[in-house]
């Protein structure tokens, strides 16, 4: 019986990072790699441990919303850290950097990121017409009592041979690696070289370095008008910046600059 491209023995035997992965829980189908990693921890589980799972039943994105793959077809990944709490802020840069310098260096594409945690690549349609649809997402979950942090998890869910059309929920905005390329791409080797991105810029925030330089030049939201829908407030102007936190800074019509910490944006009609 031929091994399993994402088990721990193929993945032990290709990764080369020191904490990121030295730890692998893997699942063929689970519920959620993030309900796993929440229970590995209450199991004690070390920092740098992963949960990988060829599919889950009830995977979850930001805002509540429901995360979609069919089995085999993506890399559904929960890291756990346990990091400062200045730290916390900057895990969403690290995760969507971590993915796009890794979908450069496996495929050559040009990914960018939509603030704050998807990854866009462009997809040509009918003619020579392109539009940016979804290939991965980026989950934060952190338990942070007063100014100490437990724990944080990082989902990361990386369409690599998914066929979109096969989910027709998300069939008009999501794309995958090899939908793009229109070859396979290895699994294995977009999740070693994930880890190890991931594992470099982790590094850099643990030794004080700012990554929210680069973070910002992959941006896609800057200098467009948007919408930001916060729960059930709704902001519109300018997307004019990002601080070094992340956090987004939208010049409204009326002139005035506010600070938004999460939310959901659309480009405004």
Request: aromatic share 4%.
């Amino acid at each position: 019986m031929p091994e399993n491209e994402l088990s721990p023995a193929s993945l032990r035997r290709e990764l080369s990072t020191k904490l990121i992965g030295q730890n692998i829980l893997y699942y063929p189908t689970i519920s959620s790699t993030m309900d796993m990693a929440k229970q590995a921890i209450r199991e004690g589980a070390g920092e740098g441990t992963i949960i990988i799972a060829d599919h889950q039943t009830a995977g979850r994105g930001r805002l509540g919303r429901e995360w979609l793959s069919a089995p085999d077809s993506s890399i559904l990944l929960s890291i756990i850290l346990y990091p400062k709490l200045e730290q916390l802020p900057r895990l969403t840069m690290a995760a969507c950097l971590a993915v796009v310098q890794s979908i450069e260096k496996v495929t050559g594409l040009k990914p960018t990121i939509k603030w704050p945690n998807d990854v866009l690549i462009a997809v040509r349609g009918g003619g020579s017409r392109e539009s940016e649809k979804k290939v991965a997402g980026i989950l934060i979950e952190s338990d942070v009592p007063g100014d100490s942090v437990n724990y944080a998890i990082v989902g990361i869910a990386l369409n690599v041979n998914l066929d979109p059309a096969t989910i027709p929920e998300i069939s008009e905005t999501a794309t995958s690696l090899k939908e793009v390329l229109g070859q396979h791409v290895s699994r294995l080797t977009m999740l070693c070289s994930l880890l190890s991105e991931f594992e470099a810029l982790y590094s850099s925030l643990r030794r004080g370095e700012p990554i929210d330089r680069e973070w910002r030049r992959r941006l896609e939201t800057l200098g467009k008008k948007v919408v930001v829908r916060c729960g059930d407030e709704v902001q519109e102007g300018n997307a004019e910046a990002v601080d070094e936190d992340g956090n987004l800074l939208l010049r409204r019509t009326d002139g005035s600059l506010v600070t938004i910490a999460a939310g959901d944006v659309t480009l405004k009609a």
